[in-house]
C-alpha cells in the first residue's frame, strides 16, 4: 500500500472530522491512510460491495452511477478532488449503494474501516462533526427532490451548471450525455437548450466539455430558493 506524500497528507490532515478527533485518534488516523490509484474506467467500488474503507479524493473525478433493471447506467453525480465520501455504509453496516467510477486517472485516500470504526465512531468530537457532515447531505438530497418535483427543464440545466461551476470553475468537463443522465432526462432536451444558451453567448459547447462564459444569465434562471445548508 503506497503511503500519503505531503501534499495528500495535508488535505487529510484539513479534515474537520479528523480535526475534531483527539491527538491519539488522530495519529492513528494518519497512520492507517493509504493512497489508492485507479485508472481511467476501473470501479473505487461496485454495488453490493462491504464498505472497507473511507474514501478522500486527492486527484482525478468519479462518477456515481446507478444501474437499472435493463442494465442501464445512469451517473447521478461526479465527485470532484477534496471531497470525502463513502461513510454511510462504514456507519450504518449495509452495502455499497452505487457504483463508483475513475472516469480520469485517480488518487484516492482511503481510512480503512478498523481505522475509522475505532478512532471517528468512537470519538465523539469527531462523530459530532460527521453527523452535521451527513444532515447536510440530507438537504441536498431534498433539494434535488425538490428540483425535480417543482421546478422546470432550463431552470434544473442552469442550477447543475452552476453547481459543476461553483466546483470547478468555468470549464466544466461533462458531455451532454452526462448532463441528460444526472438531470433524468433525454440527451435531445438538454441539447435544445445547451445550443440556445451557446447561441445567446451564455455557454461555449466543446467536445466532452461545456464553458460557463456568463453565469449570472443562468442565475437568473434558477428562481427557486433552495433550502439553507445553515
Known amino acids: 500500500m503506497e503511503k ?6 495535508a488535505m487529510l490532515k484539513s479534515h474537520p472530522c479528523f480535526l475534531a478527533a483527539s491527538q491519539d485518534n488522530q495519529a492513528a488516523i494518519y497512520d492507517s491512510a493509504y493512497i489508492k490509484v485507479l485508472k481511467k474506467g476501473e470501479l473505487l467500488q461496485r454495488r453490493g460491495d462491504s464498505a472497507s474503507a473511507y474514501y478522500g479524493l486527492f486527484q482525478g473525478r468519479i462518477k456515481v452511477n446507478a444501474v437499472n433493471a435493463e442494465g442501464k447506467t445512469f451517473t447521478l ?8 465520501f463513502g461513510e454511510i455504509s462504514l456507519l450504518d453496516g449495509i452495502a455499497r449503494t452505487h457504483d463508483c467510477e475513475a472516469i480520469e486517472p485517480c488518487q484516492v485516500i482511503m481510512i480503512p474501516k478498523a481505522a475509522f470504526e475505532n478512532h471517528v465512531m468512537n470519538d465523539l468530537k469527531a462523530l459530532q462533526i460527521l453527523s452535521k457532515q ?40 461533462v458531455n451532454q450525455q452526462d448532463i441528460a443522465h444526472l438531470l433524468g432526462v433525454s440527451r435531445q432536451s438538454v441539447s435544445k437548450l445547451l445550443i440556445l444558451w451557446s447561441e445567446q453567448g451564455w455557454i461555449q459547447l ?11 444569465q443562468l442565475k437568473a434562471l434558477c428562481t427557486s430558493a433552495p433550502v439553507p445548508f445553515n
Do not use: F
Open 77 to 84: 453525480k461526479y465527485v470532484q478532488p477534496g471531497v470525502w
Open 206 to 216: 466543446d467536445y466532452h466539455k461545456i464553458v460557463v462564459q456568463q453565469p449570472d
Open 134 to 173: 451527513l444532515c447536510q447531505r440530507v438537504r441536498n438530497a431534498m433539494n434535488l427532490a425538490e428540483q425535480m418535483t417543482i421546478q422546470s427543464l432550463p431552470e434544473r440545466l442552469a442550477a447543475r451548471l452552476l453547481e459543476l461551476y461553483a466546483e470547478t470553475g468555468e470549464q466544466l468537463h
Open 4 to 9: 500519503l506524500n505531503s501534499a495528500q497528507q
